[in-house]
């Protein structure tokens, strides 16, 4: 249940945060002081946060059509250099899901049969979505309405946060506008998961330039009930994450750290994450999905999805 109840967190803090807008090298070039703020009229501040918004849902739904290799860092503590385990997962959309394939540290398999039988099983799943039937339309019907409730979380942001630009500063050769993040007073909730917003505050990095966030980071400024009421994250938990142009237009997320202190019922749960994303491949729908698979198993049929 606790990691469940973190996993509904993340969603809708991180999610949910970002059109509103490590440790690695890349997460520490932005944290250089700002420069003073650039002329803006709220006309202008809107029609940008507007654009971003489009443009994260954009990427969004591409994760769907795009597998990735993720690398997992688990820690005991935000401060622990590393001292947790560590997962690298060919991670490939599966249709109404997203399989984890287990490799090594540099991208190939660690155990070639057990390799071989995580394709087969992604295989038979892959043919499954791509069919035609009752049982997956109704799947299908599952996903999009989550994919909806995903979409009102992130349109809530727009009126569930004031921004307010403090600066500018320069990532990989890009002017950043940076704008701080603070709850709406005037806002109402619509729903539980709204209601956390009250609850927390950071920053966004936008690239004006292309309309695109590029970071986000933020701290629950009070505790959090979650999972009804069965489990709490504690005040001064951490989140962020940083996006890039993976691909032409499409700002994939390439970073994230989660630093999460609370309890469940009267057990102490922390959770102290980072992941780091990429390359990105596009494998396409669930038929496309397939026929790749079936060809990197030598099967006839096979074919590899577009690039």
Same mark, same amino acid.
């Given at each position: 249940?606790?990691?469940?109840?973190?996993?509904?967190?993340?969603?809708?803090?991180?999610?949910?945060?970002?059109?509103?807008?490590?440790?690695?090298?890349?997460?520490?070039?932005?944290?250089?002081?700002?420069?003073?703020?650039?002329?803006?009229?709220?006309?202008?501040?809107? /029609?940008?946060?507007?654009?971003?918004?489009?443009?994260?849902?954009?990427?969004?739904?591409?994760?769907?059509?795009?597998?990735?290799?993720?690398?997992?860092?688990?820690?005991?503590?935000?401060?622990? /250099?590393?001292?947790?385990?560590?997962?690298?997962?060919?991670?490939?959309?599966?249709?109404?899901?997203?399989?984890?394939?287990?490799?090594?540290?540099?991208?190939?398999?660690?155990?070639?049969?057990?390799?071989?039988?995580?394709?087969?099983?992604?295989?038979?799943?892959?043919?499954?979505?791509?069919?035609?039937?009752?049982?997956?339309?109704?799947?299908?019907?599952?996903?999009?309405?989550?994919?909806?409730?995903?979409?009102?979380?992130?349109?809530?942001?727009?009126?569930?946060?004031?921004?307010?630009?403090?600066?500018?500063?320069?990532?990989?050769?890009?002017?950043?506008?940076?704008?701080?993040?603070?709850?709406?007073?005037?806002?109402?909730?619509?729903?539980?998961?709204?209601?956390?917003?009250?609850?927390?505050?950071?920053?966004?990095?936008?690239?004006?330039?292309?309309?695109?966030? /590029?970071?986000?980071?933020?701290?629950?400024?009070?505790?959090?009930?979650?999972?009804?009421?069965?489990?709490?994250?504690?005040?001064?938990?951490?989140?962020?994450?940083?996006?890039?142009?993976?691909?032409?237009?499409?700002?994939?997320?390439?970073?994230?750290?989660?630093?999460?202190?609370?309890?469940?019922?009267?057990?102490?749960?922390?959770?102290?994450?980072?992941?780091?994303?990429?390359?990105?491949?596009?494998?396409?729908?669930?038929?496309?999905?397939?026929?790749?698979?079936?060809?990197?198993?030598?099967?006839?049929?096979? /074919?590899?999805?577009?690039?």
């Amino acid at each position: 249940m606790p990691l469940l109840a973190m996993r509904a967190l993340r969603l809708i803090l991180v999610a949910g945060l970002l059109p509103a807008l490590a440790a690695a090298s890349f997460a520490q070039e932005a944290a250089v002081a700002p420069s003073p703020p650039p002329p803006q009229t709220q006309g202008e501040k809107d /029609a940008l946060l507007d654009l971003v918004l489009g443009n994260v849902k954009k990427s969004d739904e591409a994760m769907n059509f795009y597998e990735r290799v993720e690398r997992l860092e688990m820690r005991k503590s935000g401060a622990d /250099a590393l001292s947790g385990d560590v997962k690298v997962s060919r991670v490939i959309p599966a249709g109404t899901g997203v399989d984890h394939i287990p490799i090594g540290p540099d991208g190939k398999p660690v155990d070639p049969d057990a390799y071989h039988a995580e394709l087969v099983k992604l295989e038979r799943a892959l043919s499954w979505a791509a069919d035609d039937g009752h049982a997956q339309r109704d799947a299908y019907d599952k996903i999009a309405k989550k994919q909806k409730e995903r979409e009102e979380l992130i349109d809530a942001t727009r009126t569930a946060f004031l921004y307010v630009l403090v600066g500018t500063e320069t990532r990989a050769g890009r002017v950043l506008y940076k704008y701080k993040m603070e709850p709406n007073p005037a806002y109402k909730p619509t729903s539980r998961a709204t209601s956390i917003f009250a609850k927390v505050n950071g920053f966004v990095w936008i690239d004006p330039q292309a309309g695109q966030l /590029a970071r986000v980071e933020g701290e629950v400024t009070g505790d959090i009930t979650v999972g009804l009421f069965l489990a709490k994250v504690f005040k001064g938990s951490h989140f962020m994450q940083e996006r890039y142009e993976m691909l032409p237009e499409l700002w994939m997320p390439s970073f994230s750290q989660y630093d999460f202190d609370g309890r469940k019922l009267f057990s102490a749960i922390s959770i102290h994450e980072r992941t780091f994303y990429g390359p990105y491949r596009r494998v396409g729908s669930p038929k496309e999905a397939l026929a790749a698979i079936r060809s990197e198993l030598g099967k006839p049929g096979g /074919a590899t999805a577009d690039p």
